[in-house]
């Protein structure tokens, strides 16, 4: 520990030295509670959409279906947004998702999981 704290020292980083001498007073509990806490604070909170933002993405989508214009769509899954930009091919009313044509070959997304679409072309 001797052979740390002057290596510390002659780098000089006082921020180092403090959390060194402080780690032994923190039980494993709260290291593993604030690690937990810290990395649900960095995950982003789902947009709310009310009824009306969840009407227009509808017709949006039927809009793109019938144009068969390129759209550029915003889903939430995973706690995380994910983008794809493509066509719409077909929509599915009964399991609620759409078959999505990308660069990269055709996808099956679930149109609850879209948070904003828009026309490209």
Request: charged share 35%.
């Amino acid at each position: 520990m001797v052979l740390l704290n002057r290596e510390l020292k002659q780098a000089g980083n006082p921020i180092g030295k403090r959390n060194i001498k402080w780690q032994g007073l923190k039980m494993s509990e709260h290291m593993k509670f604030l690690s937990e806490w810290y990395a649900e604070d960095k995950q982003e909170k789902r947009p709310e959409l009310d009824n009306e933002a969840k009407h227009l993405i509808q017709e949006e989508l039927t809009s793109a279906l019938i144009r068969k214009c390129q759209v550029r769509m915003q889903l939430w899954k995973n706690h995380d947004l994910h983008y794809h930009v493509g066509r719409i091919v077909e929509m599915d009313p009964e399991t609620r998702t759409i078959v999505f044509d990308e660069p990269f070959g055709m996808k099956r997304l679930p149109i609850d999981e879209i948070v904003k679409i828009m026309p490209v072309d």
